[in-house]
T-cell receptor
Framework: GAGVSQTPSNKVTEKGKYVELRCDPI?????LYWYRQSLGQGPEFLIY????????DSGLPNDRFFAVRPEGSVSTLKIQRTERGDSAVYLC?????????????FGPGTRLTVL | KQEVTQIPAALSVPEGENLVLNCSFT??????LQWFRQDPGKGLTSLLL?????REQTSGRLNASLDKSSGRSTLYIAASQPGDSATYLC?????????FGQGTELSVKP
């Protein structure tokens, strides 16, 4: 079946602008995760949804970052007043139920560049 | 706070060699440990997942081990091929979120 998809694949924006990044998880997966990967680094956790609710948002760097998953499927990561330091690849992953035995499956990522 | 470290940062080997990638973590309270492969400009592909109660997992030429007491995991690749060239990442699952190492960039020379 289809894997995790993310749109857009690339996003270039100007400092101070608002951006939205979208993630479509694997069909039937109830858990959804957002990570951010800077060049040469491993991904860093941002937020984790179980169904419609955020189970853990401890990785969001500040209040400019917000994520929603209103129907328990598609999720949108929203970044307000973008800064150059927000430039990174934003990765989304999903797992079947979020249980400790589950594998997380990753999408191809959205490369965000803030000029 | 969980910290995950991978050594070496980069490795270059001739084709056909067996090799070991290392991953260490500071907090043994993990759900599982997952190994991923990342090709340049691409997302992550899951290779193996070892549950906290397991000692090892095997898939084809790959074998991953887990020693929670010492905070270590290894990924063994047998008979390496040029197509194995990629960055390999390990991640410790704590409370559902993955804590990643910085990766080992592997180059297998024909």
């Amino acid at each position: 079946g289809a894997g995790v998809s993310q749109t857009p694949s690339n996003k270039v924006t100007e400092k101070g602008k608002y951006v939205e990044l979208r993630c479509d998880p694997i069909s039937g997966h109830t858990a959804l995760y957002w990570y951010r990967q800077s060049l040469g680094q491993g991904p860093e956790f941002l937020i984790y949804f179980q169904g419609t609710g955020a189970a853990d948002d401890s990785g969001l760097p500040n209040d400019r970052f917000f994520a929603v998953r209103p129907e328990g499927s598609v999720s949108t990561l929203k970044i307000q007043r973008t800064e150059r330091g927000d430039s990174a690849v934003y990765l989304c992953a999903s797992s079947y139920s979020g249980q400790r035995t589950d594998t997380q499956y990753f999408g191809p990522g959205t490369r965000l560049t803030v000029l | 706070k969980q910290e995950v470290t991978q050594i070496p940062a980069a490795l270059s080997v001739p084709e056909g060699e067996n090799l070991v990638l290392n991953c260490s973590f500071t907090d043994s309270a993990i759900y599982n440990l997952q190994w991923f492969r990342q090709d340049p400009g691409k997302g992550l592909t899951s290779l193996l997942l070892i549950q906290s109660s397991q000692r090892e997992q095997t898939s084809g030429r790959l074998n991953a081990s887990l020693d929670k007491s010492s905070g270590r995991s290894t990924l063994y690749i047998a008979a390496s091929q040029p197509g194995d060239s990629a960055t390999y990442l390990c991640a410790a699952n704590q409370g559902g979120k993955l804590i990643f190492g910085q990766g080992t960039e592997l180059s297998v020379k024909p």
